[in-house]
Antibody, heavy 121, light 110 residues
């Protein structure tokens, strides 16, 4: 079974760093793009960026370029989203999602359950 | 890139049909046939309902259909059921491995 597993929640203070994970299983990890999506509390979905684990080709939404870093570790089939200095405005749910697993299409058909990041002093 | 424009809410009675619009630009919706739609129930992750404008993933009922004209895509849900009540998001490829979502539409089944 194809799965993307994310930890439920992280609580951090402003200025702290954070790296959240998306553990993949059940498929050939290097061969599929994995994207990250933000959802602010009570708001809509926002596209953040995407990575191709085979060669770590990474693309960012202009809105998130320079604000976060997306990476992947093929040895443990895990993708990451990280911040060097969190702000209260980073408080949100963060989803990872697999692009086109069930077919060669530009849509996201497998989603993690999300990690809720809370940044508060 | 700006978010795609969706109505904040739509509603319909069981058995009726509703259509949700999604308006973008020639750089996203109008420029590619890569519009997808996602259903999100409260507290749950999004689920893919339509991809490539009109196609349904395996397991999605044929009550869900998609279309596009110019810079506007649409999702139509026919034979509304109580379980269809959820938030719906459109998403379009916007070139150079970037995507853009709509603001979301809350569907209420009366």
């Amino acid at each position: 079974e194809v799965q993307l597993v994310q930890f439920g929640a992280e609580v951090k203070k402003p200025g702290e760093s954070l790296k959240i994970s998306c553990k993949s299983s059940g498929y050939n990890f290097p061969s599929y793009w994995i994207g990250w999506v933000r959802q602010l509390p009570g708001k809509g979905l926002e596209w953040m960026g995407i990575i191709y684990p085979r060669d770590s080709d990474t693309r960012y939404s202009p809105s998130f370029q320079g604000q976060v870093t997306i990476s992947a570790d093929r040895s443990i089939t895990t993708a990451y989203l990280q911040w060097s200095s969190l702000k209260a405005s980073d408080t949100a749910m963060y989803y990872c999602a697999l692009k086109g697993y069930y077919g060669p299409y530009d849509a996201f058909d497998i989603w993690g359950q999300g990690t809720m990041v809370t940044v508060s002093s | 890139q700006s978010a795609l424009t969706q109505p904040r809410s739509v509603s319909g009675s069981p058995g009726q049909s509703v259509t949700i619009s999604c308006t973008g630009t020639s750089s996203d919706v109008g420029g590619y046939n890569y519009v997808s739609w996602y259903q999100q129930h409260p507290g749950k992750a999004p689920e893919l309902m339509i991809y490539d404008v009109t196609k349904r993933p395996s397991g999605v009922p044929d009550r869900f259909s998609g279309s596009k004209s110019g810079n506007t895509a649409s999702l139509t849900i026919s034979g509304l059921q109580a379980g269809d009540e959820a938030d719906y998001y459109c998403c379009s490829y916007a070139g150079t491995y970037n995507w853009v979502f709509g603001g979301g539409t809350q569907l209420t089944v009366l």
